[in-house]
């Protein structure tokens, strides 16, 4: 038997039921770590949807392809890197009921996760992405200031520190769902929203283009200590 650890959950600004979701798209993200160095791989994306912000490199299946085959690819497409092995950490679902907040129509966005920790060759910038490493700490009680936060999704900050230090080979994997609703872009809003009993201040990514995050749990998932890498 496994557990569930709630790392970062809440609604704004009042409490909301779950949006009822349609369909689902799969996308890939994989975010490269040197442990010995403790730094992360980030990419900025230089043109389409997010341009000009941060975040792990990933994106849609081909027909056909399997999700681990996907993540390896978008890899190396993205960033030059050649992963000698993957570790699925989990997925997350994005929703926005009648509009198009990632990609698509009326769809969720089921996000597959994976860490990186060795590979060949080195990062290069693409047509796609420019990439840029960032240092993180050692334990969560430390700051994670390091990171571009307010040059990424608005989500990560509740996730990603957790990602960064989950131990490679004990089964832990994260699960987590946002849902996002309109708002007005010109609106002063602001947000605090807890995470390990840390207060965080999220005013400045509250806003992601005319939608805010209304409601979002996350947590940790720990299996039976099973081994999830997967060699390419």
Known sequence: MGSSDVIAEGSYPAPRQWLDVPATKDYSLVFPIDRSKHKVLLGLKKRGFAKGMWNGFGGKPEQGETMLRC?????????????????????????????????????????????????????????????????????????????????????????????????????????????????????????NLTAKGEKLDLSKKTVLGDWVMGRWVFRVESASGEDESQGI
């Open 71 to 191: 993540a390896t690819r978008e890899l190396t497409e993205e960033s030059g890197l050649i992963p000698t092995r993957l570790i699925e950490r989990g997925t997350l679902l994005y929703y926005s009921q009648n509009a198009l907040i990632r990609e698509g129509g009326d769809h969720a966005v089921r996000v597959w996760l994976y860490t990186c920790e060795t590979w060949t060759d080195e990062p290069i910038e693409t047509e796609e992405m420019q990439p840029g490493w960032f240092s993180f700490p050692e334990t969560l009680s430390q700051p994670f200031d390091a990171l571009p936060w307010t040059e990424m999704h608005l989500e990560s900050r509740l996730f990603l520190p957790t990602l960064l230090l989950l131990a490679p080979d004990l089964g832990q994997t994260l699960s987590g769902r946002a849902d996002f609703y309109p708002c007005d872009p010109d609106s002063q809003l602001v947000r």
